[in-house]
């Protein structure tokens, strides 16, 4: 059975705002109704203006991340009847970031630090012994497997205090990334990766608060994955191993970052 809903949203456009403001919109809810599906009846039926994102059902995930009654989610996975208990929905755009427009984030700063990590596979550059399929023990492929399921939604980024107070740090995301990498067995790039991951806005960063775990819709260990990179890069400094390249410039601190 239907009831109405209040959907309290920060909005800001900086092209006519001096600052961000609260607006409220009531809205009819289902059963099942989602977050994401309100916010489409707010804009198609209440205010054209309301800008989000939202890729859902075009083929890509993770889009729609914002933060929902002060936690990060994904709107699309969010039922509002588990969210609205007295009757209305505080939303606000990802911690960390940028504003760019009402419930919109600068990507940027996320998506560099991501590419610090060099987040593909980088073989040995030697020809195979012999012409044979690369098998990967059952374990490896366990440990990996979950780290391959993010979906770039920047949730975990959204919710890691550490991301919060230094702009530097790699964050949640590239390092899960790069321990996807590290830890696979095709792959020779260690040395390529030390220098970023090691110096001190890398995984050194990290203090183990486990928000990013905790928040990540796809339930990756995140935590446990960034513990494991800091015993590599650890038996990997023991040996001696060297940066392949010179430290990259760090990432800028963005102005005008949400709270």
Known sequence: MGRDVVFQVMRYDPRRDVEPYWAEYDVPVDDGDTVLMSLMRIRESQDG?????????????????MVI??????ACKTQVA????????????????????????????FWKKFRRVEPYLMPADRPPAEER??????????????????????ICYSECPINGIDRGFLGPQALIKAFRFEFDPRDDGAASR?????????????????????????????????????????AETLAGLKPAYRSP???????????
């Open 49 to 65: 203006s309301l800008g989000f994102r939202a890729s859902c059902r075009s083929g890509i995930c993770g889009s729609d991340g």
């Open 69 to 74: 009654n002060g936690r990060s989610r994904l």
């Open 82 to 109: 588990r969210v609205a208990l007295s009757g209305r929905v505080v939303l606000e755009p990802l911690r960390n970031l940028r504003y760019v427009k009402d419930l919109v984030v600068d990507q940027t700063p």
């Open 133 to 154: 399929r690369m098998v990967m023990a059952q374990a490896r492929f366990d440990l990996l497997s979950k780290a391959s399921d993010c979906i770039f939604c920047e």
């Open 194 to 234: 030390f220098s970023p991951l090691s110096n001190v806005e890398g995984a050194w960063r990290c203090r183990t608060t486990f928000n990013c775990t905790d928040s990540c819709p796809k339930g990756i260990p995140i935590t446990e994955g960034i513990q494991r990179l800091k015993q590599k890069l650890t």
């Open 249 to 259: 410039t760090p990432i800028e601190s963005p102005e005008g970052t949400s709270s």
